[in-house]
């Protein structure tokens, strides 16, 4: 079980790195890429490249998401211990996505991959 990381930056900037670094062909199998917009102290914005060769996580908006991802970081932070706690936010409008929610469906691979 990967460690629960204390914010949206140690997970972007240094867990979900290393994860892709470590799986590069399992995120390949994402095959998506992904922006997540965290909103509040220790958030930030990254692209997520999961269709790039080699896979990537960078800090920034590249322009090129297929799916955008945008919760504040206190919510943020409780998903991360709580996973089906995303549904649930979504339904309150908590947590928003726009292009392709099916990808969305997607993203508990990804954390799951582990550092």
Same mark, same amino acid.
């Given at each position: *079980?990967p460690? &629960?990381? $204390?914010? !949206?930056?140690e /997970?972007?900037?240094?867990?979900?790195?290393? !994860?892709? !670094?470590?799986?590069?062909?399992?995120?390949? $199998? &994402?095959?998506?890429i #992904?922006l997540f917009k965290?909103?509040g102290?220790d958030g930030?914005?990254?692209?997520?490249? %999961?269709a790039?060769?080699?896979?990537?996580c960078?800090?920034?908006?590249?322009g090129?998401? +297929?799916c955008? &991802? $945008?919760v504040a970081?206190?919510?943020?932070?409780e *998903? /991360?211990?709580?996973?089906? /706690?995303g549904m +649930?936010? #979504?339904? +309150?409008?908590?947590?928003?996505?726009?292009?392709?929610?099916m %990808?969305a469906?997607? %993203?508990q691979k %990804?954390?799951?991959?582990g550092?």
């Open positions: *079980m460690k &629960i990381p $204390e914010s !949206a930056q /997970l972007f900037n240094t867990q979900v790195p290393e !994860a892709i !670094a470590k799986n590069p062909d399992k995120a390949k $199998e &994402i095959g998506a #992904y965290v909103t102290d930030g914005t990254w692209t997520v490249d %999961l790039g060769t080699p896979p990537s960078t800090s920034g908006d590249k090129n998401a +297929q955008t &991802i $945008e970081h206190t919510d943020f932070k *998903m /991360l211990k709580n996973p089906a /706690l +649930q936010l #979504y339904f +309150q409008g908590k947590l928003r996505v726009t292009g392709d929610p %990808l469906t997607k %993203l %990804l954390f799951s991959m550092a």
